[in-house]
């Protein structure tokens, strides 16, 4: 169940800092609400999800399943740039992430 709820607050991190960028500066109010309470449930639920797994894995995932994201939802959404260094930069996180969980953590 923990793995759930690490998915679940990736998810919700993930429309929260969508959310953010829509949010004018939290000066929209919509945009604003969905960034607290998309926050206030990704961080329940990774909580959760500590119970079981390993902080340095947990957050390692959470962060770079987020930053990965929310680069792709940047370019496709919201028409930012994207460029080969940008590309290198996720690898790197995500090969980091996959490092980590190889060795050792495993819940």
């Known amino acids: 169940m923990s793995w759930f709820y690490l998915v679940v607050a990736i998810?919700?991190?993930?429309?929260?800092?969508?959310a953010m960028k829509m949010s004018d500066g939290m000066t929209r109010l919509w945009p604003a609400?969905?960034?607290?309470?998309?926050?206030?449930?990704?961080?329940?639920?990774?909580?959760?999800?500590?119970?079981?797994?390993?902080?340095?894995?947990?957050?390692?995932?959470?962060?770079?399943a987020g930053?990965?994201?929310?680069?792709?939802?940047?370019?496709?959404?919201?028409?930012?740039?994207?460029?080969?260094l940008k590309v290198a930069g996720i690898a790197l996180i995500v090969a980091g992430v996959v490092s980590l969980h190889m060795a050792g953590g495993h819940a």
């Open 33 to 64: 609400l969905v960034v607290v309470a998309c926050y206030g449930g990704a961080f329940t639920l990774l909580a959760q999800a500590l119970k079981t797994i390993e902080v340095g894995i947990a957050y390692a995932i959470w962060s770079a």
């Open 11 to 18: 998810v919700f991190e993930i429309v929260g800092t969508s």
């Open 67 to 84: 930053t990965a994201a929310i680069a792709a939802i940047g370019v496709f959404v919201f028409g930012e740039s994207l460029s080969a």
